[in-house]
């Protein structure tokens, strides 16, 4: 498919600098081959995350201007409200202040320690959330998921024989919820279909277990189920979304992505008759940990933007433009013979980079020496997805090794253009044509978890 041009004009533009070889060489150095240490001035793409990096509309920014700063009450949450009404029909819908906020008030209530929480695959901060509530997370996904060559629909399918075999093993009480992941991000932004929440969701009541979606990018993934499950063809992206979350009790949102705002999440219970404690319970963690049930650890401002942006994200003119930009990149690597996951998922291209540079170990972390050599190449920041991502084994200390290599290229909405894009992948061609001589790493230094962020490496020469 061709690019799809952007469904708008640009209003205002933020200047990005062009650095020489010789600069980001200096401050790859200085950021001791971390990409999360550079300071953004040094960057020219930045495809480091999809999350929190989009570009606001101007009925944002005019929302910015209307956002009413009332403690309690405000205009501004009842507009979110209204809108959250509108899309999801749940009957309890809170603000917070991301994605994370919602896991923490989420999960110490639903878990007992001991427990498992079952997902076709957590996002790290859930699995963390999960952990630190006592709970035991447990990734469930699709055999297809696992396997960058195998060309899916739904790559991020939960897979149901596993999930039902798991519950008659060990019984609904043992088992707090099970999080459906929409797209699934860890697998490469890969969709579910509702076929697949449907047998979750049939699943989960059998067992009397709740169900709960992780809706970072659901409108990404509604737009994945109208172009590849038939029954949706000619559903709109709202009816999809309502169909899909029907099928929940609850969901958590980071709104950093398909809702389009800089910071904000939600968390939601559809059917709160059926759950009083339920509500009261995570009413009770918000108060605590994110402020007052009327913003929610947000300011009036940031609740406004949300609930213009919740529809902007479900714009099918927008969708098309946004997963065409994702299916343009890969285009462009698959003509360059650049492997990757396919077909692409919806927020970025995960670079197989194990494959490119089939030379470097997984111990050598081929996935963050691609991310560090697309910077010296051409200022572009990414990340690794494969073994410098995973910590050591917690117990053992020994090393991990992840089940693929990645690079991820992920693509902030509205931002970057065609010719962005062309220059990415021109990058990429020119770190094939000299593959071999791309170094490897080891760590230097490392904290005790989450070590990607902040870990010293140095290249093996
Ligand atoms: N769930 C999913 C599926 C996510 O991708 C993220 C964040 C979160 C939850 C947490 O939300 O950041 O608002 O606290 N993903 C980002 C990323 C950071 O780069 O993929 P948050």
């Given at each position: 498919?061709?690019?799809?041009?952007?469904p708008?004009?640009?209003?205002?533009?933020?200047?990005?600098?062009?650095?020489?070889?010789?600069?980001?060489?200096?401050?790859?150095?200085?950021?001791?081959?971390?990409?999360?240490?550079?300071?953004?001035?040094?960057?020219?793409?930045?495809?480091?995350?999809?999350?929190?990096?989009?570009?606001?509309?101007?009925?944002q920014?005019?929302?910015l201007?209307?956002?009413d700063?009332?403690y309690?009450?405000?205009?501004?949450?009842?507009?979110?409200?209204?809108?959250?009404?509108e899309?999801?029909?749940?009957?309890?819908?809170?603000?917070?202040?991301?994605?994370?906020a919602?896991?923490?008030?989420?999960?110490?209530?639903?878990?007992?320690?001991?427990?498992?929480?079952?997902s076709?695959?957590?996002?790290d901060?859930?699995r963390g959330?999960v952990?630190?509530?006592?709970?035991?997370?447990?990734d469930?996904?699709?055999?297809?998921?696992?396997d960058?060559?195998?060309?899916?629909?739904f790559?991020?399918?939960?897979?149901?024989?596993?999930?039902?075999?798991?519950?008659?093993?060990?019984?609904g009480?043992s088992?707090?919820a099970?999080?459906?992941?929409?797209?699934n991000?860890?697998?490469?932004g890969?969709?579910?279909s509702?076929?697949?929440?449907?047998?979750?969701?049939?699943?989960?009541?059998?067992?009397?277990?709740l169900l709960?979606?992780?809706a970072?990018?659901f409108?990404?993934?509604?737009?994945?189920?109208?172009?590849?499950?038939?029954?949706?063809?000619?559903?709109?992206?709202?009816e999809?979304?309502?169909?899909?979350?029907?099928?929940?009790d609850?969901?958590?949102?980071?709104?950093k992505?398909?809702?389009?705002?800089s910071?904000g999440?939600?968390?939601?219970?559809?059917?709160?008759?059926a759950?009083?404690?339920?509500?009261a319970?995570?009413?009770?963690?918000?108060?605590?940990?994110?402020?007052f049930?009327t913003?929610?650890?947000l300011?009036?401002?940031?609740?406004?933007?949300?609930?213009?942006?919740?529809?902007?994200?479900?714009?099918?003119?927008?969708?098309?433009?946004?997963?065409?930009?994702s299916?343009?990149?890969a285009?462009?690597l698959?003509?360059d013979?650049i492997?990757?996951?396919?077909p692409?998922?919806?927020?970025?291209?995960?670079?197989?980079a194990g494959?490119?540079l089939?030379?470097i170990?997984?111990?050598?972390?081929?996935?963050?020496?691609?991310?560090?050599?697309?910077?010296?190449e051409?200022?572009?920041?990414s990340?690794d997805?494969?073994?410098y991502?995973?910590?050591p084994?917690?117990v053992?200390?020994?090393?991990?090794?992840?089940v693929?290599?990645?690079t991820?290229?992920?693509?902030?909405?509205?931002?970057?253009?065609?010719?962005?894009?062309?220059?990415?992948?021109d990058?990429l061609?020119?770190?094939?044509?000299?593959?071999?001589?791309v170094?490897?790493?080891?760590?230097v230094e490392?904290?005790?978890?989450?070590?990607?962020?902040?870990a010293?490496?140095?290249?093996?020469?």
């Open positions: 498919m061709g690019y799809v041009a952007e708008f004009k640009i209003k205002a533009v933020e200047p990005i600098r062009i650095t020489t070889p010789e600069e980001r060489r200096a401050a790859i150095i200085a950021a001791d081959y971390n990409n999360f240490g550079l300071s953004s001035d040094d960057v020219y793409i930045d495809l480091l995350t999809d999350s929190g990096t989009g570009a606001l509309s101007d009925r920014w005019a929302g201007m209307i956002g700063e009332a309690a009450g405000g205009r501004s949450h009842r507009h979110l409200m209204q809108v959250t009404d899309i999801f029909g749940y009957d309890w819908v809170q603000p917070v202040h991301q994605g994370r919602a896991e923490k008030v989420l999960f110490p209530f639903i878990t007992t320690p001991g427990q498992y929480v079952i076709n695959t957590f996002f901060t859930t959330h952990g630190l509530a006592g709970g035991i997370p447990v469930l996904v699709c055999p297809e998921g696992g960058v060559e195998v060309d899916a629909p790559k991020g399918n939960i897979d149901v024989p596993r999930l039902e075999a798991f519950l008659a093993e060990h019984g009480e088992v707090a099970i999080v459906m992941t929409i797209t991000n860890s697998v490469g890969q969709p579910v509702v076929a697949n929440m449907r047998e979750a969701s049939r699943v989960a009541r059998e067992h009397g277990v709960v979606i992780d970072a990018r409108a990404e993934n509604a737009y994945f189920v109208k172009r590849r499950e038939p029954e949706f063809r000619d559903a709109s992206i709202r999809i979304t309502r169909t899909t979350f029907a099928l929940a609850a969901f958590t949102m980071s709104a992505k398909d809702a389009i705002v910071m999440g939600l968390i939601a219970v559809r059917d709160r008759a759950h009083p404690d339920l509500v319970g995570l009413q009770a963690n918000v108060v605590a940990g994110e402020g049930l913003y929610g650890g300011a009036g401002r940031d609740l406004e933007t949300l609930a213009i942006g919740l529809k902007e994200g479900l714009d099918e003119n927008f969708l098309r433009y946004r997963l065409g930009q299916e343009y990149l285009d462009r698959l003509e013979g492997p990757h996951q396919r692409v998922g919806g927020h970025g291209v995960f670079v197989d494959a490119l089939p030379h170990p997984w111990y050598r972390f081929p996935g963050h020496a691609l991310a560090v050599e697309l910077y010296l051409a200022g572009i920041r990340c997805i494969g073994s991502l995973l910590d084994d917690p053992t200390g020994e090393p991990q090794q992840a693929a290599e990645f991820r290229l992920a693509i902030p909405r509205r931002v970057y253009t065609q010719s962005h894009l062309d220059v990415v992948a990058a061609r020119a770190i094939r044509d000299r593959a071999d001589t170094p490897g790493y080891q760590i490392q904290p005790a978890v989450l070590r990607h962020f902040t010293k490496l140095r290249p093996i020469v």
